[in-house]
């Protein structure tokens, strides 16, 4: 992991080290719990899917072009998160700093479109209130939605510790952490993409 | 919401309240400010990162919410002693078992062991701290502020009415308007987030901070019963974070999650509930199993019986907890092979549960039982909780639990397992580490006095309890007939919950007599114990707890060393300098802040929870950027810190 | 001898209560087949439990007294760490058990879905049971009437109960003829139940649901195939028709005597299609639930407080029920 070869018996920074390490297994342990409260949106998700009272169906209000956009978005996204980190590797601050910026863009560009998405469904006629099939909808993706914006915020935050502290052990373990936040949510993504939207679209067309 | 109904008015009991709550502040400021008390407050309990500190306030806490919880069960039993009896309304009733249920659970039986665990684990396992110091300030805030926020219920707004189970659509808006059932959610919902962040930190604390040589099957029961709590923590919690949530969206915003309108699912509020629920109630028993391991071997003078086995059964029963939720409503009609399932599953825990038992009973098989207090209430715990268990299994079997479900017989049940379970465990866990975090024990006489006044007036109040559920008397009615002849076992009932009531107050002066008596402890090894809590030189230990740490080398190292006459001196050659965290008010602060969202919440005051949100975020952010590398103790301050407490 | 005392005493209790409470306990005293069937699983469990505890108590007073700490204490031995054989004897001994009653209880939930295996063959009579805050609305199809918290049951037939509910969910529950399930908005959930013997038994809501719950209570009176016949074609002939306005009264929360209808809800609701068509009538008739600790609530539970005091005066002048 990115903590161990900043890791210098002989520096005084090894406490610090040791720190990172137990921040970083604490994390993954934390991202376990996340899956737990993933999984139970989307079984409360499955559950209510076809129960759409007087509203529109889920599958009816879907829009490839958004969803495709959204996807390319993320995915990509956690693709230079990935070079981000390799950068960190490297010890290069700047091209962490680059790679992470351009992630944010992207997280931002994610956001936008699916709040887009959003006001179009509503506009539709389809918001929260509608029916149990249209809360399990917005509370899952939006949950996911929730969570992108708290990573753009928690990436920046490190990032400004970054360019003030330069790479350190603590600073490297905070940005490796959000790494494996970031890359989570692209995880929970895909199954959203597949749970909510596929299975959505091809329930009302197929 | 008016202002003139801010404050629940027009109950003789409530105005009480609010005279004692308003006496009692007014109390205490006046001693602290009078004997300079507030410096003291901030630095050493409320700023403090220490496990023992911590640990001793979620005890604090966990015996005034069992005060609250238990002043409740005796209001309810007052109103049930005889037939219709006018004592409480139907209104006030509700709520009172409503809260009675949730703090016993939430605030009171899981901080309890919580605390106990804080205190003991990192000892047990040679560690200075746990993994992450702050973290375990915020989880206590967390828990204390969620705690405070759900109790304030009665005498502002009026608390919820619902059940603990809130089971929808009786707890929507439409059937529970008000704040009530809010408070439940956001008290809920914020000590949840302490409770998910304790597990995540005692799990790395027991996997990472071991003293070396203690490899996992070195560890002591009482640990091993901690980690497989905290597993479960971490899977069950967020559940509950999810439904608390989409009831919270319910009440909000709108939506239809449970709700009778727009298709929502009343059915699905008692699935995620009980998904949590089941895993809920292993995470207050296993710890509870842990402690009486210890107590029955270290009393026993002998090793525990079938170590291996006993951690097995542990792991099995956290899988099963899992696996047996819909034994919770096998009257909801899901059909017979669902049912015959769950029986099967749910009957199942009794196999890890009765080999337990049986290995508890062969640790004292050939051993020197010594009847202290902790091993009374533990020896106790097996004749009682055998009845719990029995009838457990009675009620596993669907086809019968159909004439018992929602009687008193599950009521008494429940009791059984979780007073003669997790009370017993804490009570026998208090009084056993009592030393450890005061410098005494308490006092013996009056502990014996305890446990029986305690242990007789439990099965008088609730073996009735059997009986009058089989007689068809439903849980949760606030009065009942005369004809129903239900009377008799009642008022017998109401006999013993009262003796259990007495039980607490005298433990509560053994607390103020032991203060005040008790002989100071001048070793740390009270009872002749066998982990490595008993090991520290002082009894109670320094705030960095190890001078040095140990390196162990089987199970029961300390007893092993003492049987051998190996016990380490510490010389000033084996002290190093020691790291340390810093304390922080920031924990506490978060916790305000917590406090403000959450009220902001329960009263629909947006413009209130929108500010808690920031404080909350503004803390986070402060944290992130505070670079708190802690400190070092030098040698010269241990070294003297130890020649002290010899 | 002294220790083991505590324990004596509690066995000897508990049977004590056991002999003499087992007669006329209503779970154990069943008036129907669904009932018996339960009652036989009951018992058969308890002598498994009762075995158990026996077991687990002798040992526990044999090892307790035994291996006191005492002068001149033999065999002692602190390193007895386990024995695979005991540990094997334990592990298979509860499986047994386990096993033992699962068998049963798989059967009995199995056939409990069905009528009663004596009187299968025969039709069931069909009743919808819906629940609504806090009375029982009871129809009968094919009679086409309907009554309100109080049921006529034909004896030595069995009666299939088709629950639902208008808002709360609810558990009906008539402890003498058998176990209950659960009534759920939105739902239809089915139970069979049969009387053997004339009489009137209580019914009742197990499941919480608010305030006026201790009293969500009914009267299930089993009577000869012929009485409930006359009865149910009386009840055809004299009781009013059943309004929607009326209808939409009674989803009002609150209690309501007993009432008889010569024509039935279903015509114009299922409350297992239409979960919020009582949370819709409500909003029709202006009705606004109250905040419990409102000033209007308290007036209103201190109406009811003295309407209760004084029917139950006035009843207790007129005759005992």
């Known amino acids: 992991m990115a903590h161990a070869e900043t890791h210098d018996p002989n520096t005084p920074l090894e406490y610090r080290s040791e720190v990172g390490r137990l921040n970083i297994l604490g994390f993954w342990i934390f991202l376990g719990a996340e899956i737990a409260l993933f999984a139970t949106l989307f079984a409360t998700y499955m559950v209510l899917t076809h129960r759409i009272a007087d509203g529109p169906a889920l599958g009816e209000l879907f829009e490839v072009k958004s969803l495709l956009i959204q996807t390319f978005l993320l995915l990509t996204s956690s693709f230079t998160c990935g070079l981000a980190v390799h950068e960190m590797r490297r010890h290069n601050v700047k091209g962490l700093m680059l790679w992470m910026i351009i992630t944010l863009g992207l997280g931002l560009g994610f956001l936008y479109f699916e709040i887009q998405e959003f006001l179009h469904f509503i506009h539709e006629g389809a918001n929260i209130g509608t029916s149990a099939a249209w809360s399990g909808f917005f509370v899952l993706v939006g949950t996911h939605g929730a969570h992108v914006t708290f990573g753009i915020f928690w990436v920046t935050m490190v990032l400004i510790q970054v360019a003030k502290r330069g790479l350190t052990p603590a600073t490297s373990a905070k940005v490796f952490i959000t790494s494996l936040y970031w890359h989570f949510l692209d995880v929970v993504w895909i199954f959203i993409f597949t749970a909510v939207y596929l299975m959505g679209m091809v329930m009302h067309h197929g | ?646 | 001898m002294q220790r083991l005392k505590p324990f004596i005493t509690f066995g000897l209790l508990m049977a004590v209560f056991m002999l003499s409470g087992c007669s006329d306990m209503v779970v154990l005293d069943p008036k129907g087949p669904v009932g018996e069937q339960q009652k036989d699983l009951i018992m058969y469990s308890i002598w498994f439990m009762l075995f158990i505890l026996l077991v687990v108590y002798a040992l526990t007073a044999f090892i307790v007294y035994k291996y006191r700490d005492r002068k001149n204490h033999k065999g002692y031995d602190p390193d007895n760490e386990g024995s695979h054989l005991l540990e094997t004897i334990w592990w298979i001994i509860p499986i047994i058990i386990t096993i033992a009653l699962a068998v049963p209880t798989v059967k009995t939930i199995y056939s409990l879905e069905g009528p009663p295996e004596e009187t299968k063959d025969q039709k069931p009579l069909v009743i919808n049971a819906t629940s609504v805050d806090w009375k029982w609305v009871f129809t009968y199809p094919e009679q086409d009437i309907e009554t309100v918290n109080y049921l006529h049951i034909p004896e030595d037939r069995p009666v299939l109960f088709k629950l639902t509910s208008a808002d709360s969910m609810a558990s009906f529950w008539v402890p003498q003829l058998g176990g209950q399930k659960y009534a759920m908005a939105g739902m239809e959930t089915e139970l069979y139940l049969q009387a053997d013997e004339q009489g009137t038994y209580e019914g009742r809501n197990s499941n919480f649901t608010g305030e006026g719950f201790t009293d969500h209570t009914f009267d299930v009176m089993a009577m000869s195939d012929e009485e409930f016949e006359k009865w149910a074609s009386e009840a055809k002939a004299e009781a009013p028709e059943l309004t929607k306005e009326q209808y939409d009264k009674l989803m009002l929360p609150g209690h309501v005597k007993e009432m008889t209808f010569s024509s039935t809800h279903l015509d114009f609701v299922n409350h297992a299609d239409e979960a919020d068509y009582a949370i819709k009538a409500r909003e029709r008739l202006g009705y606004e639930p109250l905040i419990p600790h409102s000033k209007e609530a308290k007036k209103k539970r201190e109406e009811e407080k003295k309407k209760k005091q004084e029917e139950s005066e006035s009843h207790g002048d007129s005759h005992a029920h």
């Open chain 2, 1 to 646: 919401m008016k202002w003139d109904e801010f404050f629940v008015t027009g109950d003789p009991l409530i105005y009480g309240a609010d005279v004692s709550i308003v006496l009692t502040m007014a109390g205490i400021l006046f001693y602290m400010t009078r004997y300079k008390k507030w410096k003291w407050l901030w630095t050493e309990w409320l700023t403090t990162v220490d496990h023992k500190k911590l640990g001793i306030m979620y005890i604090v806490s966990a015996v005034l919410m069992l005060f609250r919880g238990g002043v409740d069960a005796l209001l309810m039993r007052t109103q049930l002693a005889v037939p219709e009896a006018k004592f409480l309304d139907s209104q006030h009733y509700n709520e009172i078992f409503t809260t009675h249920g949730t703090i016993m659970i939430i605030f009171m039986a899981m901080p309890f062991l919580i605390g106990i665990i804080n205190v003991v684990v990192p000892l047990q396992i040679g560690a200075r701290d746990v993994a992450y110091p702050y973290l375990n300030a915020v989880s206590f805030w967390t828990f204390f502020i969620g705690a405070m926020l759900f109790n304030i219920s009665f005498v502002i707004g009026g608390s919820p009415s619902a059940g603990w189970t809130s089971y929808m659509p009786l707890a929507s808006n439409e059937l529970s308007p008000g704040p009530g059932q809010n408070y439940y959610l956001w008290g809920l919902q914020i000590a949840g987030i302490g409770t998910l962040l304790t597990g995540i930190n005692f799990l790395v604390t027991i996997l990472k901070m071991r003293a070396p040589g203690m490899t996992l099957f070195r560890m002591p029961m009482f640990t091993w019963s901690s980690l497989v709590t905290m597993v479960i923590i971490i899977f069950a919690f967020p559940i509950l974070t999810v439904a608390l949530a989409l009831m919270s969206f319910d009440r909000l915003f709108g939506s239809h999650f449970f709700t009778l309108q727009g298709e929502g699912m009343d059915m699905l509020w008692a699935n995620l509930f009980w998904l949590w629920g089941h895993p809920e109630v292993y995470i207050v028993i296993l710890p509870a199993f842990g402690i009486f391991s210890e107590i029955i071997s270290t009393f026993s003078k002998k090793t525990l019986f079938g170590y291996k086995a006993m951690i097995w059964s542990m792991l099995l029963i956290a899988g099963y907890s899992f696996l047996v939720w819909v034994h919770h409503f096998f009257t909801m009609g899901s059909g017979a092979a669902v049912n015959s399932v769950f029986s099967i599953t749910t009957m199942a825990i009794g196999i890890p549960t009765g080999v337990k038992i049986f290995n508890w009973l062969f640790t004292m098989y050939r051993g020197k039982i010594q009847f202290t207090t902790p091993m009374l209430w533990s020896l106790g715990f097996i004749v009682n909780f055998v009845v719990g268990g029995v009838t457990g299994v009675m009620l596993a079997m669907a086809a019968a639990d159909y004439q018992y479900h929602n009687t008193y017989f599950l009521v008494s049940h429940f009791h059984y397992v979780l007073i003669a379970g997790t009370v017993f465990g804490c009570f026998a866990g208090l009084i056993y580490w009592y030393p450890k975090m005061f410098g005494y024990k308490l006092n013996e006489r009056i502990g014996k006095w305890v446990f029986w006044l305690f242990t007789i007036g439990f099965n008088v109040c609730f073996m009735p309890q059997y009986f009058l559920g089989l007689d068809g008397m439903p849980r949760r009615v606030y009065t009942y007939s005369e004809e129903s002849g239900w009377g008799p076992l009642n008022m017998l009932s109401t006999i013993g919950g009262f003796m259990m009531g007495i039980a607490f107050l005298v433990l509560v002066y053994n607390m103020y007599y032991s203060f005040r008596f008790a002989k100071r402890e001048t070793t740390g090894d009270a009872w002749g114990g066998r982990t490595l809590e008993w090991s520290t030189p002082a009894a109670m230990p320094p705030f960095y707890n190890f001078a040095k740490i140990p390196e162990v080398t089987g199970l029961d190292h300390f007893w092993r060393q003492k049987q051998e006459g190996k016990v380490e001196k510490l010389t000033a050659k084996d002290i190093k300098k020691i790291h340390m965290p810093n304390n922080s008010g920031v924990p506490f602060i978060m916790g305000s802040f917590f406090f403000v969202l959450g009220f902001g919440f329960v009263f629909d005051w947006m413009w209130m929870a929108i500010i808690g949100l920031i404080g909350v975020i503004g803390t986070l952010i402060y944290r992130s950027f505070e670079y708190d590398d802690g400190y070092y103790v030098s040698v010269e301050e241990v070294i003297e810190t130890e020649k002290i407490s010899k």
